[in-house]
């Protein structure tokens, strides 16, 4: 069945680039996205990829997508505390958005 | 998000009741979904609709019913609340299925 896989927590310190992985098991997803949860709040998109696309980039957001091995990920280029959140990726199929457990990114100052 | 709304914000009800969670919107957005959120869990899609008096279940329907009598509205009934209830549960909307879906703030449900 439809299954998103994230690890669950991310540590770094400002200023280094944050590598947020994903897979994803349903090869017809057609969009693949990234949400971001502060504390207390609901999802906000962040960024989102078409499946015919190898990578999309959005300021210090780069997305790269290998469709061979279901493979998504989320770089944060010179990540800031600002940054500390919840990370969700998700996959569209069958017109729903199916999403991961997310990952706890934690930016150490 | 200023074009989505849910009410109430938080809600402590009794084991056995039911409770009534309101989603309000106002894109005119043609779907909207019902999820709830649990720590290792992610979120977990409850009910969707598609349209007025259009709705179907997600993977986590058991225990939960909705409607949608308006665009605007959609409405997540708990029959018998019960303590496995308790969770933050969100409502989402979706106009264009390219853009993905537009979140509310949530609600958190307690269940006693």
């Known amino acids: 069945g439809e299954d998103v896989e994230q690890s669950l927590f991310l540590s770094v310190r400002e200023g280094d680039s944050s590598v947020i992985n994903c897979t994803y098991t349903d090869s017809s997803s057609t969009y693949l996205y990234w949400y971001k949860q502060e504390p207390g709040a609901g999802l906000q998109l962040l960024t989102y990829?078409?499946?015919?696309?190898d990578m999309k980039q959005d300021q210090r957001l780069t997305v790269l997508l290998n469709k061979k091995d279901k493979h998504l990920s989320l770089r944060i280029a010179d990540t800031q505390t600002g940054d500390s959140a919840i990370y969700f990726c998700?996959?569209?199929?069958?017109?729903?958005?199916?999403f991961g457990q997310g990952t706890e990114l934690s930016v150490k100052p | 998000d200023a074009g989505i709304t849910q009410s109430p914000r938080h809600k402590v009800t009794e084991t056995g009741t039911p409770v009534t969670l309101r989603c309000h919107q106002t894109e005119n957005h043609r779907y909207m979904y019902w999820y709830r959120q649990d720590p290792g869990h992610g979120l977990r899609l409850i009910h969707y609709s598609y349209g007025v008096k259009d709705t179907d279940k997600g993977e986590v329907s058991d225990g939960y019913s909705v409607s949608r009598s308006k665009t605007e509205d959609f409405l997540l009934t708990l029959e018998s609340a019960t303590s496995s209830q308790t969770s933050v549960y969100f409502c989402?909307?979706?106009?264009?299925?390219?853009?993905?879906?537009?979140f509310g703030s949530g609600t958190r449900l307690t269940v006693v």
């Open positions: 990829i078409f499946s015919n696309m």
């Open positions: 998700a996959e569209r199929t069958g017109g729903k958005l199916i």
């Open positions: 989402a909307i979706s106009g264009d299925r390219m853009y993905g879906y537009t």
